[in-house]
């Protein structure tokens, strides 16, 4: 089923189906986490979650270690610096360690960001850029969601494009 929306200045129509009107984000994806201590931090979360970290990574573009757990259907990642540009640096040096962000699993990270440009949110990065554990991913700018770093991810495997 298709239905018409027309944005706000009436400048166009789009044809979308009512799933993915209704299906943008389709749960937490992970939630990223801050550390100073990487090995301290994969203790102390393996202690907490009864399970081993499954993945280190290294995001070269984003100067960042990553550590991931899974724990059930939950999913933390664990962000140390690799640099001291790293934004994951300048987060410690401003907040210290903590929660970094919230990642939201999306089926199609292009109509996402496109929607959520239109909904007049500010975009970190202009196209999806390659993140971690394989995925796709984009951010929305703190300012305009309560302080809150959103991540849109999308597994990498899923797109047909290299964008």
Known sequence: MSFVIINKSYSFLKFITLASYFKSMNKIEHIGIAVKNMDLSE?????????????????????????FFQAGPNKIELL??????????????????????IAFAVDNI???MNRLREEGFILLNEYPKKGADGKWVCFLHPKGTNSVLIELCQDIRDTEDGF
């Open 43 to 67: 203790q102390l979360f393996t202690k907490i979650l009864n399970v081993k970290s499954y993945k280190r990574e290294v995001v070269a573009s984003e100067s960042v270690l990553t550590s």
């Open 110 to 112: 292009k109509e996402e």
């Open 80 to 101: 140390h610096p690799t640099s001291e540009e790293s934004p994951i640096q300048k987060f410690l040096d401003k907040k210290g360690e903590g929660i970094h962000h």
